[in-house]
């Protein structure tokens, strides 16, 4: 077992940055690709980058290209979502979460583990 804590979340202007950090402990960090996802009130959680186990082959949802990059340490047994250019429309409660696959994979499903989630909040 896995337990995920995310932090970094917080307010700020349309056109800003956040650094969104997720501390893992228990199982071998590197066993896993890690995932964020995104939940904003009223939707679905849905998928917004995710990252192989050694930290290659990242994968980003359309609408965050270009201004979100995700990466991980796995001497620090850490993943992290660095958010530029940030939107209102950005604004959600932030998920990290751990799936055993050796390669990110995109869907709420199929990942294992998920921490508590941290709120971005993006003023117009």
């Known amino acids: 077992q896995v337990q995920l804590v995310e932090s970094g979340g917080g307010l700020v202007q349309a056109g800003g940055s956040l650094r969104l950090s997720c501390a893992a402990s228990g199982r071998t960090f590197s066993l896993y690709s890690m995932g964020w996802f995104r939940q904003a009130p009223g939707k679905e959680r849905e998928f917004v980058a995710a990252?192989?186990?050694?930290?290659?082959?990242?994968s980003y949802t359309d609408s965050v290209k270009g201004r979100f990059t995700i990466s991980r340490d796995n001497a620090k047994n850490t993943v992290y979502l660095q958010m530029n250019s940030l939107k209102p429309e950005d604004t959600a409660v932030y998920y990290c979460?751990?799936?055993?696959?050796?390669?990110?994979?995109?869907?709420?499903?199929?990942?294992?583990?998920w921490g508590q989630g941290t709120q971005v909040t993006v003023s117009s």
């Open positions: 990252i192989n186990r050694s930290g290659g082959s990242p």
């Open positions: 979460a751990a799936d055993l696959a050796l390669w990110p994979r995109l869907r709420v499903e199929e990942y294992d583990y």
